[in-house]
């Protein structure tokens, strides 16, 4: 049977135990047609990146599965009527890893990617803190010293 990645989006209103019952909606279904949940993380209440049906913040539940085409089309037709889903996408994968995925291993505040605490960028020399590298010899205002005195000049 083939692999699948299911990413449900709750509603905020809907409390914690619901969002468990959901799963195990799911795996009571995947159970009556020879299916399994590999894995199931409920990944918590996150924000949204734009609004759905007016919500700004939503619980997220993250299933890897194994199941057959008749099974996910049960499990689809479910969450569609679900008052409670504002969102659900399934993804057909080749394999389904037994470790946490990126959204549950913790980020802590050292692992910040290439950015510093302060946006400087790390492991590159090709700029120093407060060097814009593009002006040269100008100095910080360029060359405006410059232009008053050939406007001074040019008066004359």
């Known amino acids: 049977m083939p692999f699948y990645e ?3 989006i709750v509603r905020q209103d809907a409390s914690t135990q619901q969002v468990e019952k959901l799963g195990e909606d799911i795996k009571t279904i995947l159970e009556n047609a020879q299916g399994r949940v590999i894995k ?7 924000q949204l990146a734009y609004r759905v049906k007016k919500y ?3 619980h997220y539940l993250h299933l890897n599965i194994e199941a057959s085409a008749e099974a996910l089309v049960q499990i689809e037709y479910m969450l ?3 008052e409670d889903v504002l969102r659900y996408l399934t993804v057909r994968v080749d394999e389904v890893s037994e470790e946490p995925s990126v959204m549950m291993q913790s980020r802590g505040r050292g ?3 290439e950015r510093g605490e302060r946006g400087e960028r790390r492991g590159g020399d090709r700029f120093e803190r407060g060097d814009r590298g593009d002006r040269g010899d100008r100095g910080d205002r360029g060359d ?3 232009r008053f005195e050939r406007r001074e000049r040019a008066d004359r």
């Open 56 to 58: 700004r913040k939503a």
């Open 80 to 82: 569609r009527y679900q």
């Open 40 to 46: 199931q993380e409920n990944w918590g209440l996150r």
């Open 6 to 8: 299911t990413t449900i």
């Open 144 to 146: 405006r010293g410059d």
């Open 111 to 113: 692992e910040r990617g």
